[in-house]
């Protein structure tokens, strides 16, 4: 009786647990560590996202998946006075669209669920090193009607953190079991610039301490049974 509830939790833990995390950060520069967990206070592995060409990506515990990605986009690196650590890391370079030209990052075969997209976006090239002010426009097209639009309001100098609504935005979009790609684009703004820097995507809800701890409990009194 008991190995049947543990089957069940399990079950009900893989369901909760069923959408994919992952930390990208956009650019050739060396990607933060594994103890950054940035705006979404996710650490774990971050994936190196070139603008060239396309690739795989792991997951935060560095694990393969089928999850795959595409860029159109340009890409380019630019210095953040008083960004240290891993925020340099993850926002000193970035790709970026300009001139009208459309530019989108896809990523295919991504796990349905619900979840948290964190999109960095903090100052542009145009702006050097003090970063002022200025807008990114962030569409993410998912099929089915889902499609989420986000606008990034920026402005300088850097705030030694990451801080959502100025080096980030977040927003909540849903993957339906349909959706073979996703598309992240970029909208020129009013300075004919706007970049990427990375994103995380958080699955939710997260998987319930509880859960966890029941799953543990009764296996233990299982395998004493046994």
């Known amino acids: 009786m008991k190995l049947a509830k543990v089957i069940l939790l399990l079950g009900t833990c893989a369901s909760i647990c069923r959408g994919q995390a992952f930390n990208l950060d956009f650019g050739d520069s060396p990607v933060p560590s594994a103890a950054y967990g940035a705006g979404a ?8 996202v070139r603008a060239i060409g396309g690739g795989s990506l792991v997951d935060i515990m560095g694990q393969p998946t089928s999850a795959t990605y595409a860029v159109s986009m340009g890409e380019s690196g630019f210095g953040i006075e008083g960004a240290t650590g891993d925020d340099r890391l993850l926002m000193t370079d970035c ?8 530019a989108s990052i896809t990523l295919f075969s991504i796990t349905p669920g619900d979840y948290l997209f964190y999109l960095y976006g ?16 962030f569409d993410i097209g998912i099929p089915g009607g889902n499609s989420k639009t986000v606008v990034l309001d920026y402005e300088g100098p850097w705030p030694g953190m990451q801080v959502e609504g100025n080096t980030f935005a977040k927003v909540q979009v849903f993957i339906p079991d349909f959706a073979t790609a996703i598309g992240i684009g970029l909208r020129p703004s009013g300075e004919g610039i706007s970049i990427i820097q990375g994103m995380q995507m958080v699955p939710i809800p997260a998987p319930p301490a509880a859960a966890f701890t029941a799953i543990l409990a009764l296996a233990c009194s299982t395998r004493r049974r046994c």
Do not use: C, Y
């Not at 790709?95 to 459309?102: D, K, L, N, Y």
């Open 41 to 48: 206070n996710q650490p774990g592995l971050w994936n190196q």
């Open 95 to 102: 790709f970026f669209e300009a001139s009208g030209v459309p």
């Open 122 to 137: 903090w100052a542009t090239p145009l702006d050097g090193a003090s970063g002022t002010s200025g807008q990114t426009t």
